[in-house]
């Protein structure tokens, strides 16, 4: 019995580490993969402001900053001691603090909206916020933020393309001996969904036939959904000890 994620390769060592020290049988296919796109040009230009608040809400997008040059590494890491960094979790905060960057959890949901929720408790009207993100990420969290009062800017570090990888995992997908599909991020799910059309086959058909579907979070679970899926697992952390106590508790 195993499960099939779909990690791209650049995050999924933590989970698959921590599955195995559990004994639980975990394949991972890296469907998509990360490409930096980074304006270091732009970045030099924003960084001649300061910000009250630095947001971060990935770990690929903190991960990112290790290509830059250590000049311009070492002037956002000034800029961040003027302010204060904010990592939306706990894998995005380890790979901050690989950098030297000294960022806090806020909040222990680890989404968009959570962050956004409890940084407005703290009161945000008139304070500029520079926030590092995806390009596929929606800039609901911007929109937010700027109807509390804030003044945001966004930077995006890096998009999702799929890879060459995908027919593979939706075939794995179809075998007996996969139990279970773990999604982490909302582009993961339509990458899969779309190219698993071209089989014929669908979410739902997987679902059908006794297929556990896990999601990391609210943002992964609405994708599923979207593809008419209704029985979803979803972790209430999102991370990846969430998935694994989501995992354990299911007796994976």
Request: glycine share 6%; net charge positive; hydrophobic share 40%.
């Amino acid at each position: 019995m195993s499960l099939l994620s779909l990690r791209p390769k650049e995050v999924q060592d933590n989970l698959t580490s921590l599955m195995k020290e559990k004994g639980i049988t975990c394949i991972n296919i890296p469907i998509v993969e990360a490409e930096g796109i980074l304006n270091l040009k732009e970045l030099g230009e924003v960084l001649k402001d300061d910000y009250d608040y630095f947001l971060f809400t990935s770990q690929i997008g903190a991960l990112e900053l290790k290509k830059i040059d250590s000049c311009m590494l070492n002037l956002l890491k000034d800029k961040v001691k003027k302010g204060k960094a904010i990592s939306i979790g706990p894998e995005t905060l380890r790979a901050l603090k690989s950098l030297g960057i000294d960022a806090e959890l806020i909040t222990k949901r680890y989404n968009t909206k959570a962050l956004g929720i409890k940084l407005a408790s703290l009161g945000v009207k008139g304070k500029k916020i520079l926030l590092f993100r995806s390009k596929e990420a929606k800039d609901t969290l911007e929109r937010f933020l700027e109807g509390k009062g804030a003044k945001t800017k966004t930077l995006r570090t890096h998009r999702l393309i799929a890879s060459k990888k995908v027919s593979e995992a939706c075939e794995l997908a179809l075998r007996d001996e996969i139990k279970g599909l773990i999604f982490t991020s909302p582009f993961i799910v339509r990458v899969f969904a779309e190219n698993f059309r071209l089989k014929n086959s669908s979410l739902t058909e997987l679902s059908r036939k006794g297929k556990k579907i896990f999601s990391i979070g609210p943002a992964t679970s609405k994708a599923l959904r979207s593809y008419g899926l209704k029985e979803i697992y979803e972790a209430k952390e999102s991370s990846s000890k969430g998935l694994l106590k989501l995992l354990h508790f299911y007796k994976f």
